[in-house]
DNA sequence: GTAGGGTTAG
């Protein structure tokens, strides 16, 4: 930092009575002139006027300018200010310091800068106070460092400001902030004495942002045993839990709850509200809401955009993206993204082509993600050798995702040799990334090389990777069940397994053909058969089947994409069972009626 | 004179 601050050098300042150059009036009416502004322009008025004063070693007028600047979103014009070398270190006082401390812990990519600044302030022997610690965790929280983290936890117990709830709640959201802090985020919350609806709050936040979405709802319900309220904020946080999980039925008791207790619906309620109800599956429902909202903003718009994208329906996405900027809204890339996933859900080529050039009209220049986008577009529509140029002249450089996106459609088009080279490429950057072996060995499966297939499974068994389980979801009376292939944990499970034979003889006599190359083992045909009626997604069905009245629409949510062969099966299904299925794969949904899928086969 | 938790993305 800029200067450190020796003894003496403090002791001299902190004697000596600051220099008077001006008069209590001077002082006063720049205060309320600072307490007035709100515009750069006239805050760099102040600057000159302050100096050309003689007030730039008042200590109030510092704080002040730092307060001003920072409502403006100019606290680094203020500190380079404020913080001259040879200023007196007597200036500084514990608020000017939680003043700018506060400014850059809110400012998403200058959180580093408040804690640059809490170490300035401890070498200054500026003692923090209670309000310090809340904002400097913030921007530990931000960073994500557990040891600096746990050294600031270490400075607040020597302090003695941990038995403050601010600096609790804090504490907590902190250690939520690194992946690795869960357990110690979860002690400090156990240990607290009290609690309010922001320790709750923070603790069901940071399992749905890990995708810990069951713990977030537990956790949930045991905050309404505890007996505490809970608020709009704690609402979003449920309500993405309940988006993650699917459970649209609990996520409809959510919304009834929060009409029930009268729990202010403000816009990123709202917006969390449409998001569920389009990922959970009731698009209109989203759209209904949407539509009765008084102020949007972006985000609603984007929920909507990407739920229609998700649906397939991506003609009326286009539509409502040229209706939000009809309106006025200025789009921001991450709209962009949905627009183009909707583009490419839906086969719309050109259009995402055009939109893809568009974005620069609005001063936005592509990122890895649209670029990310146009290369699944290219790949789903089957122009493989198009997207792979696209690739090699884009921008920016590629990312493994963009190379997985093409890897695998090389699998599904027969380009081998391409998808092979790549995956091994792939392989050979990272090392320790499952899906790239899992994709060059489903090459290898395709092109029915059993003998390279198990060499690149031997070595992710050496390595000790394991391919993510898939796995279906399916809720039930307020219950939420889950199953992945093969399952026998269920108490029904011989029930569910009579029923998924059913299913596989009535399915085959409407003419199903079990799509056998799906299956990626070397094993014969008719345990090939075996593994794909017990995969996840026909065990839910089964358990749907057995458990709900007929004609009740059902509802599953895969974790991953379905394979093609549970796709075909279930569009027969749905029709010999007379049953409306609704899946939500990792992508998108999928409608099953009368044998046919709303994504008309394209996914 | 000052404080904490939340939403959209392949």
Redesign the pocket.
């Known amino acids: 930092m800029r200067w450190p601050v020796t003894k003496s050098k403090l002791l001299r300042a902190t004697t000596r009575a600051p220099a008077v150059g001006y008069t209590r009036a001077v002082e006063q009416s720049c205060l309320s002139l600072l307490d007035a502004c709100n515009k750069f322009s006239k805050l760099t008025q102040l600057h000159s006027r302050i100096i050309k004063s003689g007030l730039q070693n008042n ?2 007028v510092l ?2 300018f730092a ?1 001003t600047a920072s409502a403006l979103c100019a606290i680094d014009y203020a500190s380079t200010f404020i913080f001259l070398p040879e200023s007196d270190p007597y200036l500084y ?4 310091f ?2 700018v401390i ?1 400014a850059y ?2 400012t998403s990519d200058l959180k580093s800068k408040a804690l640059c600044n809490y170490n300035l302030m401890l070498r200054c022997s500026v003692l923090p ?7 400097v ?2 921007a530990c ?1 931000g960073i994500g460092d557990l040891r600096l983290g746990k050294s600031i936890h270490g400075s607040v117990l020597k302090l003695g ?1 941990h038995d ?7 504490m907590v ?1 902190m250690y ?1 902030g690194n992946s690795d802090g869960v357990e110690l985020a979860r002690k400090v919350f156990d240990e607290m004495p009290k ?8 603790m069901i ?2 399992y ?2 890990l995708g810990m979405s069951h713990d977030a709802i537990g956790l949930f319900r045991e905050m309404q045993i505890a007996g505490v309220c ?8 449920v ?2 839990a309940c ?1 993650d999980l699917g459970a649209l039925e609990l996520g409809k008791w959510v919304e009834f709850y929060i009409g029930k207790q009268r729990i202010q619906k ?7 509200l449409i ?1 569920m109800y389009a ?1 959970c599956g009731d698009i209109d429902k989203a759209i209904e809401l949407f539509r009765s909202m008084n102020d949007r ?7 909507v955009i ?2 229609l ?2 649906h397939g329906r991506g003609i009326e996405a286009v539509a409502l993206f040229e209706e939000m900027v009809g309106s006025g809204v200025v789009p ?4 962009f ?2 627009l ?2 909707a583009c ?1 859900h839906s086969g719309l080529v050109e259009k995402g082509k055009q939109y893809f050039d568009f974005m620069r009209t609005f001063g936005l220049v592509p ?3 649209h670029c ?2 146009m ?3 290219l790949c789903r529509a089957g122009l493989v050798k198009e997207a792979f140029e696209f690739i090699q002249d884009m921008p920016i450089e590629p ?1 493994p ?2 190379w997985r ?1 093409l890897v695998n459609a090389c699998g599904a088009q027969g380009l081998m040799k391409l998808g092979e080279k790549i995956s091994r490429q792939l392989i050979k950057n990272q090392p320790l990334h499952e899906s790239n072996y899992v994709l060059l060995s489903n090459i290898y499966a395709k092109m029915l090389n059993w003998g390279k297939k198990t060499n690149v499974r031997e070595v992710m068994d050496k390595k000790g990777m394991r391919k993510i389980p898939g796995s279906t979801m399916i809720e039930l009376d307020n219950q939420i069940y889950e199953f992945v292939a093969g399952d026998r944990s269920h108490e029904q499970c011989e029930e569910m397994y009579q029923m998924v034979e059913e299913m596989g003889r009535k399915i085959k006599n409407a003419g199903y053909l079990p799509a056998t190359s799906e299956v990626m083992l070397d094993i014969n045909d008719e345990d090939k058969e075996d593994a794909l009626y017990h995969h996840s997604e026909k065990l839910a069905i089964a358990f749907a089947l057995l458990n709900t009245p007929p004609e009740t629409p059902i509802r599953i949510v895969k974790n991953l994409r379905v394979c093609k062969d549970c796709h075909a099966a279930i569009k027969l299904i749905s029709k010999v069972y007379n049953r409306e299925i609704v899946m939500r794969d990792r ?1 998108r949904f999928h409608l099953f009626k009368d044998g046919f899928c709303s994504c008309r086969d394209f996914w």
């Open positions: 200590r109030l704080t002040k307060a006082d514990v608020f000017l939680n003043t506060r812990a809110q106070n209670k309000y310090t610690y809340p904002f965790l913030k929280a400001f403050d709830l601010y600096v609790q709640n804090t959201h939520w609690f309010d609806s922001v320790s709750w709050t923070v936040s940071g749905a942002r809970a608020d709009e904020i704690t609402m979003v946080s309500l993405s988006t403000k816009v990123e309620l709202w917006n969390a998001d990922k903003s972006i985000v609603s718009w984007t929920s990407v739920g994208a998700m921001d890339d991450v709209v993204i949905g183009l996933s490419s990122k890895i993600e990310g986008c290369v699944d577009l990312n995702v963009v996106t992508n």
